[in-house]
């Protein structure tokens, strides 16, 4: 029998309306069946990187939680928009903070990438900086495809926010076939 992948999603939004998150929640509706996909914890209250209070409190119970939940994971799946031709500074924040640990829960992880944009490149400008930072603390990046939503509010329920572009849909189910095998490989788990 084979063992399911437990996946973990980080949304690099926090708006209510996010095309982002959107897109994370609906996930588990288009994963395989060796797939579980669940959100990781919440990184909104992780406070701003400063070595100072690493180095007098310690690392903050909300580090220790969203590092806790990507270690024991199988895999990571990263959806967020692009800021400013990058990683929105939240996100990259709580990367930084969980680089600081001893055991460094991005390393020898699985990591697959998602961005949903409002403009044309559709957040690929961000991908690459994230493949870029999380290589530098060992993860594994899944390669192809990728999955870059251009143009999002067209693609999206503009009321429900349910993806409704069968491109979209096809592409982003073909990921995750793709990154199981990935996250199988790597991880050795049959
Ligand atoms: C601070 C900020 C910077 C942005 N910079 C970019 C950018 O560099 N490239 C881009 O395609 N969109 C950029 N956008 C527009 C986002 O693609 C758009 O707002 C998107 O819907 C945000 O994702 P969300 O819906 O998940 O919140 C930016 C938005 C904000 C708020």
Redesign the pocket.
């Known amino acids: 029998m084979t063992e399911t992948i437990n996946v973990i999603t980080i ?5 209510k ?7 994370a929640w609906q996930l588990p509706s288009l994963a395989p069946s060796g797939m579980s996909i669940k959100a990781a914890p919440a990184w909104d209250k992780i406070p701003i990187y400063n070595f100072d209070i690493q180095n007098s409190s310690g690392f903050p119970a909300e580090v220790t939680a969203w590092a806790d939940a990507i270690r024991s994971a199988d895999g990571v799946i990263i ?8 990683i ?1 500074g939240g996100l990259k924040n709580a990367i930084d903070w969980v680089s600081r640990l001893k055991d460094v829960p991005f390393k020898d992880k699985p990591v697959a990438l998602q ?9 690929a ?2 991908q690459y900086h994230l493949r870029q930072c999380l290589t530098s603390i060992d993860a594994h990046l899944f390669g192809k495809p990728e999955i870059l939503v251009t143009f ?2 067209k693609k999206f329920d503009e009321k429900t926010l349910e993806l409704n572009d069968q491109p979209t849909i096809d592409i982003v189910k073909q990921q995750l076939v793709g990154f199981e095998k990935y996250v199988r490989r790597v991880s050795g788990k049959h």
């Open positions: 949304c690099g939004s926090l708006r309306g996010s095309y982002n998150a959107a897109l959806v967020s928009p692009e800021y400013n031709w990058s929105p961005s949903c944009a409002g403009g044309v490149l559709g957040g400008r961000m999002a509010p």
